[in-house]
């Protein structure tokens, strides 16, 4: 006779290392972040709590790096979704399902390389005596000057990040069944309505995955806009490393950290919001409640025993 | 049913633009019709009309084309070769958002992000119909479909059956000329199958909606359809009325398809009006069509309900015609009727199946004689792929 486990065993071994490895440190960040840089030689203290590290961080240097991240963090993510959209909708829905395959396949082949590497690469591609400018002055044009601008932070985060975004993506609309998109035009909706009103919001949750494993990484992310924005490239990332590694000091480092995690849960929130405010008026326009029908006029309804 | 009246009415007035060639709105014309995968031809040449307000199924088993011709119909496949045409107008060409057809798709494909109403209303929104008449008429339908209670629930609350309803619902408030419905009822409990069976028809006779039904299953197309048309290879081996196809098989597959045959694999005899096979001489009423000539290959068919069945009187040999001698291997009770197991030899057995009252007096393992009419006899070429559904295997045990 065996005893039965209770199933959240089967979590075990999750929690207990996103406990030691995620919660714990997050945990001691936080703590840190109250405390204090005691002397040269010790990287923080926390004898003494108070909100002091947190003023430091809210000063106008420090605002003007925040600024930036968010603007490459938002303006990457809108860019990865609208460029990986179209791309995740036809492998997913047009493409030869048995192609698909191949086709996730290539999706991953940037992450065969190092991520350093590969941004690198674009450094070498994207320089004004690099081999992109070289051709385009063979036929006429001037040098070319967009490294180190936030133009080429784009470049390579959308190019970093895209592969994250499609995946998700591909995902949810192999999950909208031929079948009720067939239904959709049966009923007379047209391929965009089709689109609108049953393939993107049945791929809501895959949406939401994305846009999230693009942002939160691409808000932390700094070797990026480093290397290819150079003093345009400020990032809070870059700021919290220089802290912990450089400057030693452990709890300024953590309140930038735990402010931008504030960001993040902001930005985010935000964000769900203004999406659900633009298509309040479309789901209002849709929404049909019927109510309890009027006992007199209607035929009794039958209660059928689910099969 | 006053409920009923606002769709009833208008469906049967529904105006059909460029209707040229006199076909009534609701007719359905497939005009030597083709369609290929690749290499594989999943209709064949297929012409087909359907009368408005018909009730017609498209029988056969799977890859016979059935589900194509649907699909084609609908609009969710265009044909190679061929017209389709409904009421008159061409639809090579038009995408299915503009036919005046309506699909109940095999597995209901209600959109779950939506309530059972939002749902009915969908078509209709396409329209830009006023909002009051959507209303208006999602209610009228939900009635129709007796799915009023479930206006607000969504299609994952509800049982299949419920399912079921809420997609014809959907597909009826748009009142099309034409409605197509893919295999509806498979995933359906064989009680409430037979429930819809009969509500699917009521519903169609009363709207005078064509109505367009595919199945693999033959008591489905039986009971309901005013014509069944039994697909092959792309192709309509046979189409007629349900008694005509019980009755008078076009082919050795139909036979095999409609109902349950024994069949006798054999050389033809007597001139073609009998099959001679290892078991019995089998002679029919009338000859073979197509005919038989002496000596080809011939099947002989007979329905279990024609066969009689009594215990074998003495070891006399009997040879006469129609009478095949064997060993009674099971019985079961049908309910209304009984059904015996014949084992006549290694090869071949026999199904007999009389109505319970009628019941000889035979027990498992006795020696029996079966015996039908002339009458009851069809007679048909040798058809191999026909044959292999009819055939009854012989037990091993």
């Known amino acids: 006779m065996r005893r039965r486990l209770p199933g959240f065993l089967l979590a075990a071994p999750a929690w207990a290392w996103l406990t030691i490895f995620f919660i714990a440190p997050v945990a001691m960040v936080v703590w840190f972040s109250f405390g204090y840089k005691p002397s040269i030689f010790a990287t923080q203290a926390t004898d003494k709590l108070s909100f002091d590290r947190y003023a430091e961080v809210l000063t106008p240097t420090f605002f003007a790096t925040f600024q930036n991240t968010l603007w490459v963090g938002v303006v990457g993510t809108v860019l990865c979704f609208l460029i990986g959209l179209p791309v995740a909708y036809w492998m997913a829905v047009k493409a030869p399902p048995s192609k698909r395959g191949l086709l996730v396949a290539l999706v991953m082949v940037p992450f065969w390389t190092n991520f350093l590497v590969r941004t690198i690469g674009w450094q070498v591609i994207l320089a004004p005596e690099g081999v992109l400018s070289t051709m385009l002055q063979g036929v006429g044009f001037e040098p070319l000057a967009i490294l180190n601008t936030r133009g080429a932070v784009l470049i390579g985060v959308v190019y970093n990040y895209l592969p994250l975004m499609i995946l998700p993506l591909f995902v949810a609309f192999d999950r909208v069944n031929g079948p009720l998109r067939e239904a959709s035009k049966d009923l007379g909706a047209g391929k965009l309505t089709t689109f609108f009103r049953i393939t993107l919001p049945l791929a809501q949750p895959g949406i939401v995955a994305g846009v999230l494993l693009v942002f939160i990484p691409l808000m932390g992310d700094y070797i990026t806009a480093t290397v290819l924005g150079g003093a345009k490239g400020n990032m809070v990332g870059q700021l919290v490393a220089s802290q912990f590694q450089t400057a030693q000091n452990w709890a300024l480092g953590s309140a930038m950290a735990v402010v931008l995690i504030f960001v993040i849960l902001l930005t985010a929130a935000a964000g769900a919001i203004l999406v659900w405010l633009v298509s309040w008026p479309f789901r209002a326009r849709n929404r049909l409640v019927i109510g309890t029908a009027p006992a007199a006029a209607s035929v009794p309804v039958r209660e059928e025993v689910a099969a | ?397």
């Open chain 2, 1 to 397: 049913m006053t409920q009923a009246s606002t769709i009833e009415a208008e469906s049967g007035t529904t105006p059909a633009p460029g209707n040229s060639r006199g076909e009534a709105p609701g007719t359905v014309v497939i005009d030597a019709v083709t369609k290929r995968y690749g290499d594989a031809t999943a209709v064949d040449g297929l012409s087909l009309t359907i009368k408005a307000g018909e009730f017609i199924s498209l029988l056969g088993p799977s890859g016979c084309g059935k589900t194509t011709t649907l699909r084609m119909i609908a609009g969710f496949e265009q044909p190679d070769a061929g017209d389709i045409r409904v009421s008159g107008r061409s639809l090579l060409g038009v995408p299915p958002y503009r036919r005046d057809v309506n699909t109940v798709f095999q597995a209901y494909a209600l959109f779950p992000h939506m309530s059972v109403a939002e749902n009915v209303a969908y078509g209709l929104q396409q329209k830009r119909t006023p909002k009051s008449e959507i209303r208006e008429r999602v209610i009228d339908a939900l009635d129709l479909a007796q799915m009023r209670g479930f206006a607000d629930r969504k299609p994952t609350q509800l049982s299949g059956g419920q399912q079921q309803r809420v997609a014809l619902a959907r597909a009826l408030v748009n009142r099309p000329s034409v409605l197509l419905l893919d295999e509806p009822l498979g995933a359906l409990d064989r009680q409430l199958r037979e429930e819809m069976q009969l509500e699917l028809k009521l519903l169609q006779s009363r709207l005078g909606i064509t109505f367009v039904f595919v199945t693999h299953d033959q008591g489905e197309a039986l009971s309901m359809s005013d014509r069944i048309a039994i697909m092959r290879n792309g192709g309509i081996e046979q189409l007629a009325d349900a008694d005509t196809v019980y009755a008078r098989p076009a082919s050795a597959y139909v036979a095999a398809f409609v109902g349950q045959q024994n069949f006798f694999r054999g050389r033809a005899a007597e001139g073609g009006g009998a099959v001679d096979s290892t078991h019995a001489l089998v002679r029919g009423a009338t000859p073979a069509s197509p005919a038989l000539r002496e000596g080809e290959a011939g099947l002989a068919a007979v329905r279990p309900e024609f066969v009689r069945i009594e215990a074998a009187a003495g070891d006399a040999a009997s040879d006469a015609v129609n009478t095949a001698r064997g060993t009674l291997l099971g019985v079961s009770h049908l309910g209304e009727t009984m059904q015996y197991l014949v084992r006549l030899g290694d090869d071949q057995s026999l199904i007999v199946r009389r109505p319970t009252p009628e019941a000889p007096q035979v027990s498992v393992g006795d020696a029996v004689v079966c015996s039908w009419r002339p009458e009851s006899v069809l007679l048909f070429p040798a058809d191999d792929a026909a044959s292999d559904g009819g055939f009854v295997a012989p037990p091993t045990a």
